[in-house]
DNA sequence: TGGCAGCGTCGATGCGCTTCGACAAACTCA
DNA sequence: TGAGTTTGTCGAAGCGCATCGACGCTGCCA
C-alpha cells in the first residue's frame, strides 16, 4: 500500500505538504506542487478513505435511501439512482446506497457513524418517520418528495399539481367534455402518496377551471382490475372522450381494451399518460405524455446537498431550499382534436 | 458525538474492552458484556466508520458497479441493486454504488483507497476492462455474468444455455415446427453480450436436438422494427407458428403485430418471452415466461463475497466459484399445444 | 498450601491522514 | 537597513478505534 509518506518522500517534501497539494486547502509553490503531483501519478497513490474520513472529519459519501416498495414506476428510481450517482462524484463525493429494510434505524445508523456526510431519501411521504430521525440528529439530509413540514430541509420534486393541470389542459384544449381519469391502486392514496394525490388535485382544479367532467377511479394495473375500472368509467359516463392514464402499469391493458371495445385511438377516444418519455414509444399508437426530467431530480438533489454540506463545514446555516420540476406535454399520437361522438346514446 | 471512550466510562470499564465486546472477537464474560451493552443502548453509541476502517484494515463496504447502459431490462438491475444491498446488510456490509461512467478507474479508486472491501460487477462482458484492472491489484471480486477467463474469481449468473434449451424444449413439446426467434438489437450481439449469445446458443442446439426449424432475427424493439423483423420471418417462413421474444421491448408490438395480421395467440400462434415473471402478467393474453431468479443472483453474489472476503481475512486463498441459476418455465396463456396451420400455404 | 493454568481485563501503540501553529525565507516600506 | 509582512514548508498532535502483549485473578491439582 502506498501511502503520504511514500509520496513526501518520493517527492522530497513533507506529508503535509502532499496532504495540501491534494485537498488545495493551503498555498503551494507551482513547482512543488507539480513535483507532488507527478509523485503521485508516479506511485499510483490513493488516499487511504477511512484515515481520511478520521482526521477530517467527513467520509464524502452520501447515503441514498431507497424504498423498498415497488408500486413507483422502478425505471424511474433507477435513472434517479444513477443521475444521483453521477452527479456525486462530480463533485468528489461516493454513494452509498441503502434500503429502507432498517427503517429509521439505518438513517441513523449510517449519520451517526460517520458512515455518510449526509442522506437523500427518495419517495419521501406525509408523516414520513425517517424525517424526525434525521432532525433530531441534525444531519444534512435532501429530500425527493415533500414532507408535511419542509422547514429546515430541502427538498426536489416533480411538479405533479402542474402535471394534472397540463393533462386537463390539453384535454379541455382538444375539445373533450368527459375525461376518466385512471388512478393508482387504492392503496397508493391510503398511504397519501403526495405524488398520487398531488397529480389528481393539480387535474381536478384545472379541469373544473376548465368546464371538462371527470371520473377518477383507482386501478392496481392488471389487466383484469383495468378492465373492471374502464367498465365502470364507461357505465358511469357513456360520453367519455378522453383518458388520463396516471398508473403507467395500466397502459397497455387500457390500449388494448379501447379497441376491443371498438374504440379506436386517437380517433375516437384520447388517451394521455401520465409516465416516462421512454414508455411513451414503447406502445401503438405512441403516447402523448406528460412527464417530468427524471434525471434532472438527481441532479438537483445532490446540488442542494453539496451546498448543504459545504455551508456546514463554514458554519453557516443550512439553505433550506425548495425545487418543483416542471413537467412536460409531449404529443404524440394518441390524442386527438376532434373526438367522435360516442356511439352509445348517453 | 458519543466515543468508545464515552461507553467505557460509563460502563467502568476500558475502551479496549468495549471494542471486545462489540467486535465478539475476544472472551468477556457475560456480566461486564452486559453492562457495557446496556451503555452502548443507553449512550446511542454508533461506532466512527472511519476510525474502524483505520484501525480495522476493512471497511465492511462492498462496492456495487452498475453499467450506464440501458439496453439490459431496467427493473431487473434495479432488483439485483435491492438485493445485494439487503443481503449484505444481512452481513454487516453496506453497498457503495459505483457507476461505470469513470470506467476501469472509478473500479481502481474505491479499491486501492480502501473505501470497499471488495467489488460486485454486474453486466460483466466478455473482455471486459474492468477485469484486469481488478486481477493487477488483487481485489476481492464477484462477477454478475460471465468473464472470458473466470480463473481465481468468483461469478454468477443466470444459466442462459439453458434457458434459451428450455424455449426450445417447450415450443417442440407443443408441437410447433417453425419458430421465430426474436432478438436484441444488432448492437447487443456486435459487443458480444454473454447472455444473449448464450440464449440463442442453448436455444439453437436444442432446437436442432429437437428438429425444429427457427430464424433468428435481431430486433431493437421499437414498434417499426419489430413489425419489420416480423414481416421478415413470415415471409421466410410462413409456416411460423411458435415465437421466442428475447428482447422484453418487442414484446408488446409483436403482440398487437400478429393480432393485426389475423393470427390470434396462443390458438394461432404461441409466443414464449424471455422476461421476468412480473412483466407476464402485464400483457395479454398473460404470456408464458422462461425467466431466472432476479433476487437469487444478488444474494448469491453477496454469499461468494462475503466468504472471499472472510477467507481473505484468515490468509487462506480465495475460493473461485462459479454458479449459474437455473431458470424456470413458467407455462400462462401464449403458449398452446395444437397449432393451427398458417392460413397461407408454405 | 504452593504452583500453574487459563480467563478476563487493561494500557499502550499505531492505522494514514488533516490541520494547527511554528518558522525560515523572501519581500515590503519607511 | 531594520522592522514588519507575506509566502511556502514543516513537525507534531490528534481523529476514534482495533489489537497485541502484559497482568492480576480465580480455581484446579499435586
Known amino acids: 500500500m502506498v501511502t503520504i509518506a511514500d509520496v513526501a518522500r518520493h517527492a522530497g517534501v513533507s506529508p503535509s505538504t502532499v496532504s495540501y497539494v491534494l485537498n488545495g486547502s493551503h498555498q503551494i ?111 444534512q439530509a435532501v429530500l425527493i418528495g415533500l414532507p408535511d413540514d419542509p422547514h429546515q430541509l430541502s427538498c426536489v420534486d416533480h411538479d405533479f399539481t402542474a402535471a394534472g393541470a397540463l393533462c386537463a389542459d390539453h384535454l379541455a384544449d382538444l375539445g373533450h367534455r368527459d375525461v376518466g381519469f385512471i388512478g393508482y391502486g387504492s392503496g397508493v392514496y391510503k398511504r397519501h402518496a403526495g405524488y398520487a394525490e398531488r397529480t389528481l388535485a393539480g387535474f381536478r382544479e384545472r379541469a373544473e377551471q376548465r368546464r371538462v367532467r371527470f371520473l377518477h377511479r383507482p386501478c392496481e394495473g392488471t389487466y383484469e382490475s383495468t378492465a373492471w375500472t374502464l367498465t365502470r368509467i364507461l357505465a358511469d359516463r357513456p360520453g367519455t372522450t378522453g383518458f388520463v392514464v396516471q398508473n403507467e402499469a395500466a397502459i397497455g391493458p387500457l390500449l388494448g381494451l379501447l379497441k376491443a371495445a371498438g374504440r379506436s385511438v386517437p380517433e375516437d377516444t384520447s388517451v394521455v399518460a401520465l409516465c416516462p418519455e421512454q414508455l411513451a414509444e414503447q406502445h401503438t399508437p405512441a403516447l402523448t405524455t406528460v412527464s417530468g426530467p427524471g434525471q434532472e431530480l438527481g441532479r438537483v438533489a445532490v446540488g442542494q446537498m453539496i451546498r448543504r454540506l459545504t455551508a456546514a463545514q463554514r458554519g453557516e446555516p443550512p439553505t433550506d431550499e425548495r425545487v418543483l420540476l416542471q413537467p412536460t406535454l409531449t404529443v404524440r399520437q394518441s390524442t386527438n382534436g376532434q373526438p367522435s361522438p360516442p356511439k352509445e346514446p348517453s
Open 29 to 139: 509553490s507551482e513547482t512543488t506542487r507539480g513535483r507532488v503531483l507527478r509523485s503521485v501519478a508516479e506511485l499510483g497513490f490513493h488516499p487511504n478513505a477511512g484515515a481520511r474520513t478520521l482526521a477530517g472529519r467527513r467520509s464524502r459519501i452520501i447515503a441514498l435511501v431507497m424504498p423498498l416498495r415497488t408500486d413507483m414506476y422502478v425505471p424511474v428510481m433507477m435513472e434517479i439512482a444513477i443521475s444521483v450517482t453521477t452527479e456525486a462524484r462530480r463533485h468528489g463525493y461516493d454513494v452509498l446506497l441503502v434500503t429502507d429494510e432498517e427503517g429509521p434505524e439505518g438513517v441513523r445508523r449510517v449519520a451517526a457513524s460517520g458512515l455518510a456526510d449526509g442522506v437523500i431519501l427518495m419517495d419521501v411521504e406525509l408523516g414520513d418517520p425517517r424525517i424526525p430521525a434525521l432532525r433530531a440528529r441534525g444531519t
